[in-house]
T-cell receptor, first 113, second 112 residues
Framework: NAGVTQTPKFQVLKTGQSMTLQCAQD?????MYWYRQDPGMGLRLIYY???????DKGEVPNGYNVSRLNKREFSLRLESAAPSQTSVYFC????????????FGSGTRLTVV | AQRVTQPEKLLSVFKGAPVELKCNYS??????LFWYVQYSRQRLQLLLR??SRESIKGFTADLNKGETSFHLKKPFAQEEDSAMYYC??????????????FGKGTHLIIQP
């Protein structure tokens, strides 16, 4: 059982570069999420996808785009990376909309220099 | 707006002592509340859900709607409890999107 898998685990980017963070889940969950974790800030929701083909903005969406490629995969794209996007990014999923415990991936540690 | 407050950034207690991690929330509806734990550089793991009223690893948490609190408690701390603990609320973001709102976390250190 892989659960939620994120790639890459680590990445260093130069300011202005672009990259895509990948997330895949094998639990047949409907809803998927991208969070960023910063010291002293907790986790903040970037984007959300209730189901394949739908996405919605969370608390801090600026500078990011997402794609729900299919039910399994939910990618996060940084078009022009900025130092303020240095963070640890977590992907999560739940069976459907509602109030369940989320399953988290192991995170991507991104540094923008 | 929904909000979760964890007033303590850091909590240090000795092994065997009782532990209480505070969590207060603000939400206009009927929230679902959770505690998550993150051991050093690992993924977040669900510790407790208030709707299940369970005890995991000796931890319990009771939802107090009058005080809008969901404090996490353990009567006797163990060294392996050292971790970051996040209180989280499930409600509604703008545009009807579900999502978890997290507190800023409490770093629990258990001293031997």
């Amino acid at each position: 059982n892989a659960g939620v898998t994120q790639t890459p685990k680590f990445q260093v980017l130069k300011t202005g570069q672009s990259m895509t963070l990948q997330c895949a889940q094998d639990m047949n969950h409907n809803s998927m999420y991208w969070y960023r974790q910063d010291p002293g800030m907790g986790l903040r929701l970037i984007y959300y996808s209730a189901s394949e083909g739908t996405t919605d903005k969370g608390e801090v969406p600026n500078g990011y785009n997402v794609s729900r490629l299919n039910k399994r995969e939910f990618s996060l794209r940084l078009e022009s990376a900025a130092p303020s996007q240095t963070s640890v990014y977590f992907c999560a999923s739940i069976p459907g909309q509602g109030r369940y415990g989320y399953t988290f991936g192991s995170g991507t540690r991104l540094t923008v220099v | 707006a929904q909000r979760v407050t964890q007033p303590e950034k850091l909590l240090s207690v000795f092994k065997g002592a009782p532990v209480e991690l505070k969590c207060n929330y603000s939400y206009s509806g009927s929230p679902e509340l959770f505690w998550y734990v993150q051991y050093s550089r690992q993924r977040l793991q669900l510790l407790l859900r208030h709707i299940s009223r369970e005890s995991i690893k000796g931890f319990t948490a009771d939802l107090n709607k009058g005080e809008t609190s969901f404090h996490l408690k353990k009567p006797f701390a163990q060294e392996e409890d050292s971790a970051m603990y996040y209180c989280a609320l499930s409600g509604k973001y703008r545009r009807g999107a579900d999502g978890l709102t997290f507190g800023k976390g409490t770093h629990l250190i258990i001293q031997p």
